[in-house]
């Protein structure tokens, strides 16, 4: 069974800093571009950054002058760097991943998310 698993949410005051980690875990045959997303109440899934295999990364215009992403393949971990945080960045952040997986002499690649871990900038 293949899994994601956020952690590092929680509750901070604006201008403070958080880093998200996101462990993949299972029967990867290969994990591939991994993302992060996030969604706020009353609002769409808003796509924050994504990091390809090679290390290619993006980060969405909004959050781009303060936030960044990076992975370690060997730990198959990635991480969301957060600095400057305001009101406007509490939501619930989400994992995503493109992970293959060996199903006999073949191959299977889906995106797999992770449960969420809830962010909340409050004075």
């Known amino acids: 069974q293949v899994q994601l698993v956020e952690s590092g949410g929680g509750l901070v005051q604006p201008g403070s800093s958080l880093r998200l980690s996101c462990a993949a875990s299972g029967r990867i045959f290969s994990l591939n571009a991994m993302a992060w997303f996030r969604q706020a109440p009353g609002k769409q899934r808003e796509f924050i950054a994504s990091?390809?295999?090679?290390?290619?990364?993006s980060v969405a215009d909004s959050v781009k002058d303060r936030f960044s992403i990076s992975r370690e393949n060997a730990k198959k971990m990635m991480y969301l760097q957060m600095d400057k945080l305001g009101y406007d960045d509490t939501a619930v952040y989400y994992c995503n991943a493109r992970i293959s997986t060996l199903q006999g002499l073949d191959t299977t690649t889906a995106d797999y998310w992770g449960q969420g871990t809830q962010v909340t900038v409050s004075s």
């Open positions: 990091i390809t295999g090679g290390g290619d990364t």
